[in-house]
């Protein structure tokens, strides 16, 4: 696979547009047979879009997260499967960057740059809560180490090249093992059913002794022993993707009026479009949709600045500011996915349009991680000035 080395800012969101109208005319269909983009993925790897955050010292464009944030949206409002699939790529690429060995970054900046791809095996099923870890890396006495455990909603793993496993050490502290997705002992099985984002692939991935290199271990620990952008840069995808469906939804609700539906006979008017209690409740949507959307370039602004100056008070600004977008995000996405049937009416219920992908994606998605917790950060900054928490959650 040839793979493109995208220059600038401007042109990732010019690649961006371009792929998303692309996998936006075949959306529906491969929601509908549950079909795996393959095809997709590796389009977007060649592209030269999954290799858009490394550092210009390796030879990538660093493009600001205001743009990444603008590139999430753009292919969510396409297919929010696809748009899903390379989150956690981006997070681990940013794990390399901030915990990487010069050796480190060197070898894997490189592999992403020649199209090499990042799952991701970090939750897992059965513990007490999402940050309970079981999975462990247990020490060789040749320095490398050995990885067992179970990981459940792995998205990106069926289609990685690499996959960054999330698990302790032997002094219970936090490490990524990157490790090729090939591996003996390592298994990844398409078991995902969910009934929103249905092509992610969110399967499991088990873990058997598997070897993995000392050089190919990062201490994730240490992330949060300071100033830290990672949960940020993480949540910010996710409320591109939320703003993302709220806006692929919306169009596709302004089209179905505009071509397939029928005025309710009450309103006088002589097409669906000019009904005058339907034009209100776009312009209800549009407003909550053109918030979430300013929402999210706000918060965006804010990680960049804080890229740019890293301290207390900077990262706290950020987290904050992505905790809003993210919080506003999703509650937009289902209720805008929710509104398409109430504004275009009986025929949009049939399930050979499934126009309801929008709404079981958003529905799915919006679980990722509850936005309740997000509002009480955000009131405990306003009100108390505490500072919100490090974690890779917020």
Known sequence: MTTKVIADDVEALTV?????????????????????????????SASGLLAVTVPAEHGGADVRQ??????????????????????????????????????????????VLAGRRFGNAQSEAGTRHVQDIRTRLTPRPDGSHTLTGVKHYATGALFADWIPVLARAEDDTLHVAYVPRDAPGLTVIDDWDGMGQRTTASGTVRLDGVHVPADRVLPHHLTFRGPQLHGAI??????????GIAGGALAEAAEFVRTRSRPWFESGAETAAEDPLLIQRFGELALQVRASEALLREAARRVDAARADLTEESAAEASIAVAAAKAHAAR??????????????????????????????????TLHDPAHWKIQHIGRYVLNSTKPPRHGLL
Request: charged fraction near 25%.
């Open 66 to 111: 205001e743009t990444l944030a603008e590139i999430f949206r753009l292919l969510a409002s396409a297919d929010a499967s696809l748009a899903q699939i390379p989150q956690s790529h981006f997070v681990y690429v940013n794990v390399i960057r901030r915990q990487g060995t010069p050796r480190q970054q060197e070898f894997f900046h490189s592999e």
């Open 234 to 243: 993480a949540q910010l995808l996710h409320a591109a993707i939320d703003t």
């Open 16 to 44: 961006a547009r371009a792929l998303a109208d692309e996998f936006r005319a075949t959306a529906s269909e491969r929601d509908a047979e549950r079909r795996l983009p393959h095809e997709e993925v590796d389009r977007l």
């Open 332 to 365: 937009t996405a289902v209720e805008v996915a929710g509104a398409l049937f109430e504004v275009s009416g009986t025929r949009s219920a049939l399930n050979s349009l499934n126009l309801h992908r929008h709404w079981r994606d958003a529905r799915t998605h």
